[in-house]
């Protein structure tokens, strides 16, 4: 099996959906890929600092424009 990486110019943004707490993430390609092999979406307030993924939780916005 041959693996790669996605470019940037496959797609324009990445949907990641939570199933069980029915939350969204729109991640522009650029983000998505930069992330490599993993993508961990913290859904916990125990943290001492938001992770970078918090940015895009729910940001329909970025694809309405």
């Known amino acids: ?5 996605y470019n940037t110019d496959d797609f ?3 949907l990641l959906y939570i199933q069980d707490l029915h939350v969204f993430y729109v991640m522009p ?3 998505f ?11 916990t307030e125990k943290r001492q600092r938001k992770p ?3 940015d895009y939780r729910e940001r ?6």
């Not at 329909?60 to 424009?65: A, H, S």
């Open 52 to 54: 970078q993924s918090a």
């Open 29 to 31: 390609s650029k983000i």
């Open 12 to 14: 324009d943004f990445a």
């Open 1 to 5: 099996m041959i693996r790669d990486t």
């Open 33 to 43: 890929n930069s992330y490599g092999s993993e993508i961990h979406l913290v859904e």
């Open 60 to 65: 329909w916005d970025l694809i309405e424009g």
